[in-house]
């Protein structure tokens, strides 16, 4: 079963705290031509998912996965 087609894929946003980890994975992404698609936001997850969330001309999301800092779980999920 596919879940994501990441040809079809029309946008993702990822978030994380420090570039570093992003710039891990950039060659596979560049390499499957999927650079373009990815808006990437460094910062910690809960004021970056709060800033997303109160923009009103931002596009709204169809799907979240977070993997953020445990013990704020219940601050993230209320965004």
């Known amino acids: ?8 894929m029309l946008e993702l946003t990822a978030i994380d705290i420090s ?11 560049k390499d499957a031509g999927l650079a373009h698609k990815i808006n990437f936001i ?9 800033q997303l969330l109160s923009n009103q001309d931002e596009k709204l999301f169809d799907f979240a ?3 953020a800092n445990k013990t704020s779980y219940n601050n993230t999920t209320s965004c």
């Open 65 to 67: 996965f977070v993997d």
């Open 1 to 8: 079963m596919e879940i994501l087609n990441p040809k079809r």
């Open 42 to 50: 460094e910062s910690p997850a809960t004021p970056a998912l709060n």
């Open 19 to 29: 570039r570093d980890h992003y710039e891990v994975g950039l060659p596979y992404i």
